[in-house]
């Protein structure tokens, strides 16, 4: 069995030459980046691997990578490995699946790159078309690694058609759910144009053409889509004034019409977290299994407004303020939708609000002060990601027989959420590859 017994902290010295201090065999010997066997398998060892099932963490693990997938996982020295096998160890650092970022909009190369970086291997992109995308830039990337994009079609924007595909009718609007459908894509996407008059309309012929609907981010919240039959609810921050006490509806209405204050802070002034309203809210999204996107850190982005969002807008003295003031009225939603089963995801919104990548970890950072703990919300990020994207067959966690798409890290996300930003390598189709210089990808060969 040939062996590199390399730690990872050690091994991105070694990119364009054979891993420092591995033992290899003599023809391999000296052989540099372009010298290796395309069905090579490799035994990643010695480390904690975090499966996302939701378990603990499992210490001196072995995973065994071939052929793209992942073909053995237990404890060191117990996995079984083919003649020839590499073994690359990774003592002291933590294997996890790769990220789902359940809402952001790719449209380059470039931020492809940057999800990847971020430890995103697999991306929901719902407001385009896959000609679209294709025509933005999403091929010709060489050797490259990117993240798989889940595609929907063209977003339902009845109307102009200014973001999508413009209906003018219930009618055209089934008419272009079926033909999206039939031209494969992934999911069905419904911007607030959409009357709530058509939406049953449109979720039955999704359910016919067994499509998931994702009737997120609706101007006055999300209920009545969710009891369309939406397979997502989205944002947590909705501006539903169906989730506010009946007393505080109409003064709520009257302060967002005049735009007097920030509508985020006007409806968490105004929410009971714990109250029957919000109840009829979990009891929409367990009767549907839909899920909830909480977009956390869109929300609270005019808080910090980073350069790199694209439409973020800082807030007021006064504003910030009275935002800071009832944001634990934020956590404490979602502590209660978490708390009864909702099945929480983690999306960036990126670039809308937030850079690319770092969105993602500021939204698993925000979940975690909410409440969650660490364990759960890499759940969310993965496992949860994959159930909403129909992909939990391929992805999502680390499992016999699914995409070898996983991350090294150097420290202990469980321990603290903060270090899954710590990645040492980024695995795709079963290829290890690390961030070099001027953030180009480098591929590592354990030859």
Request: charged share 20%.
């Amino acid at each position: 069995m040939r062996r590199a017994g390399t730690p990872v902290r050690r091994l991105l010295l070694a990119i364009s030459a054979p891993v420092a201090g591995a033992v290899l065999p003599g023809g391999l010997a000296g052989a540099g980046q372009d010298m290796f066997l395309t069905l090579q398998s490799e035994l990643f060892t010695n480390v904690t691997v975090i499966d996302g099932r939701g378990g603990p963490p499992r210490p001196s693990s072995s995973v065994l990578v071939w052929g793209g997938r992942i073909q053995g996982i237990g404890a060191q020295g117990s996995v079984p490995a083919p003649e020839g096998t590499i073994v690359v160890d990774l003592s002291g650092s933590y294997l996890i699946p790769g990220f789902i970022d359940a809402h952001a909009s790719p449209r380059t190369t470039d931020d492809l790159r940057a999800l990847l970086a971020a430890g995103i291997t697999g991306v929901r992109d719902g407001a385009t078309s896959l000609a679209a995308f294709e025509a933005r830039g999403r091929g010709g990337f060489g050797e490259d690694p990117v993240p798989a994009v889940y595609i929907g079609g063209p977003v339902l924007d009845a109307g102009s058609g200014t973001r999508g595909a413009g209906p003018d009718s219930e009618a055209a609007a089934i008419a272009e759910v079926a033909r999206q459908a039939a031209d494969g894509a992934g999911f069905v996407s419904v911007a607030s144009s959409v009357p709530p008059s058509w939406l049953v309309g449109i979720a039955r012929a999704a359910r016919r053409a067994d499509v998931p609907l994702w009737a997120d981010r609706r101007d006055g919240g999300w209920l009545l889509a969710l009891r369309a039959g939406s397979a997502v609810a989205s944002p947590l921050v909705s501006g539903d004034a169906e989730l506010l006490p009946e007393s505080e509806r109409a003064p709520f209405e009257a302060l967002a019409d005049a735009g007097q204050v920030p509508v985020q802070a006007a409806w968490l002034e105004r929410l009971d977290p714990h109250g029957p309203d919000v109840d009829r809210a979990v009891t929409a999204l367990l009767s549907n299994d839909s899920a909830l996107l909480p977009l956390l850190a869109g929300a609270s982005a005019p808080l910090d407004c980073p350069a790199e969002a694209a439409t973020c807008a800082p807030l007021s003295a006064a504003g910030r303020t009275a935002l800071e003031a009832v944001w634990p009225k934020a956590e404490a939603l979602v502590q209660t939708f978490h708390g009864h089963g909702v099945r929480l995801l983690v999306g960036s919104d990126a670039p809308r609000t937030t850079p690319w990548g770092e969105g993602f970890h500021r939204e698993m950072q925000l979940l975690v002060e909410a409440g969650i703990p660490p364990l759960e919300v890499l759940g969310m990020a993965t496992r949860n990601g994959a159930i909403a994207l129909g992909q939990l067959h391929e992805r999502g966690t680390i499992e016999i027989g699914k995409r070898a798409d996983f991350l090294v890290l150097e420290a202990n996300p469980v321990a603290d959420i903060r270090n899954a930003r710590r990645i040492s390598l980024v695995v795709v189709d079963g290829r290890a590859w690390t961030l070099g210089p001027n953030d180009t990808w480098r591929r590592v060969r354990f030859n």
